[in-house]
């Protein structure tokens, strides 16, 4: 009876709790009046007894500074956080830009004429003779332009009319690189390398080095470079052998590039060595094009005969005296080291610089038979005798040095 009691009391107080909290949510929020105690602080609603009473915020005092908002803090503490980071700059020192020279009023005009090729020449010659008074170059280079697209750009037409605005004392010309096609030949066209088109640009080409040599100017045809393409290249093998007859026929001088872009195998290259024996990448990415190291380099070949032919101009320093005692100067006082033209090896047994043919102090050098003692012993069976006191010379001591050494017997 007592367990039917209890559980019934139970049921009555969970019941009695269920509805206050029905009640509690539809009516207003009653107080519950619950005994004084000592330390009571505040009287607690029917929500709060049941569920508990909410954590309040702690008081905030004038004399305390309040707490700063998370992101506040966030950005104070920034500056620390990024010293934390930062990596160590490496600076990089440029070179100083070289000082600009100023050309002199009677400089000498260099014009470069032809298609791309001819475009980076230009502008390798510029770097060459940056520091040169007495040397001008003007490029009137037609990035597109050659010799079979007359319709395009007539060469032997244009040509004259750059000589008489500018009177150059040098002509370059460089072409080439972009007459791998058909060529009109009056109403025909006719395929590229055929004979009728092979003597037709043989005529052209000879017309164009006529029009420069009929004034007498000097005149320097550059040779086409390899190219990344096989059949380009072999084509330029063709048009730099037509162009050096048709240059050397006229008086001209042919200036070959063609060993500074291919490797000891005669392959093209990409990559190689500049003009200070430095590997950087001579070549575009489409094999076609030059970078700045490839334009100097190109530059290089046709520099010296620049210097050999406008002799006292080509001297960087402008107060140098003309004359024709004064021309060893400008060998003996190259600007740079590319300048310096590099010597054939000189053999050390016939080395024939003052005449003679022998080095100083050098013995005669004995005259043999050309066989080795391996071929005297398998062909006639003789052993080349050991010399004096080697380990195998087994022959008898003087009867002088036996005597004087004799042996004492007990």
Do not use: C, H
Request: glycine share 8%; charged share 25%.
């Amino acid at each position: 009876m007592d367990k039917m009691a209890a559980f019934s009391f139970r049921r009555y107080q969970r019941s009695v709790v269920l509805v206050v909290m029905a009640f509690a949510f539809v009516a207003p929020p009653l107080v519950v009046l619950v005994p004084r105690e000592a330390n009571a602080q505040e009287r607690r609603t029917l929500l709060e007894f049941f569920f508990g009473r909410r954590q309040q915020r702690p008081p905030v005092y004038d004399d305390v500074p309040a707490l700063e908002p998370r992101q506040s803090r966030q950005r104070q503490q920034q500056p620390r956080n990024q010293k934390k980071r930062q990596k160590s700059v490496v600076t990089v020192t440029t070179e100083p830009p070289k000082p600009v020279v100023e050309k002199s009023a009677a400089a000498k005009k260099v014009l470069v004429v032809g298609d791309f090729v001819a475009g980076s020449l230009a502008d390798g010659l510029d770097s060459a003779f940056e520091t040169t008074p007495g040397i001008v170059v003007e490029s009137r280079a037609s990035g597109s332009s050659g010799l079979v697209r007359e319709d395009y750009f007539n060469w032997q037409k244009t040509l004259p009319t750059y000589i008489e605005e500018l009177k150059p004392d040098l002509i370059i010309i460089s072409l080439g690189a972009n007459d791998r096609q058909q060529m009109a030949i009056g109403t025909a066209k006719e395929k590229f390398k055929t004979e009728v088109w092979i003597n037709e640009y043989t005529r052209r080409a000879a017309a164009l080095a006529s029009v420069v040599r009929g004034n007498g100017t000097p005149l320097l045809w550059v040779g086409m470079p390899a190219f990344q393409s096989t059949a380009m290249t072999a084509d330029m093998v063709t048009f730099n052998t037509l162009f050096r007859t048709e240059t050397e026929k006229v008086g001209g001088t042919f200036v070959d590039v063609w060993d500074g872009f291919v490797d000891e195998g005669g392959k093209f290259i990409i990559t190689g060595s500049d003009i200070n024996g430095q590997q950087v990448r001579l070549r575009g990415s489409d094999g076609i094009n030059l970078t700045k190291a490839g334009k100097r380099k190109l530059a290089f070949y046709v520099e010296k005969d620049i210097r050999q032919i406008l002799g006292d101009a080509a001297a960087a320093n402008s107060d140098i005296p003309s004359g024709d005692d004064l021309k060893d100067l400008i060998v003996n006082a190259p600007a740079a080291n590319e300048d310096i033209i590099q010597t054939q090896p000189i053999s050390l047994s016939d080395p024939d610089l003052d005449g003679g043919n022998a080095l100083m102090d050098a013995a005669a050098i004995p005259v043999v038979s050309g066989k080795s003692p391996r071929d005297l012993l398998v062909e006639k069976g003789e052993v080349a005798a050991a010399p004096e006191g080697r380990v195998d010379d087994f022959r008898l001591a003087k009867p002088a040095t036996i005597l004087s050494n004799p042996v004492i017997r007990n």
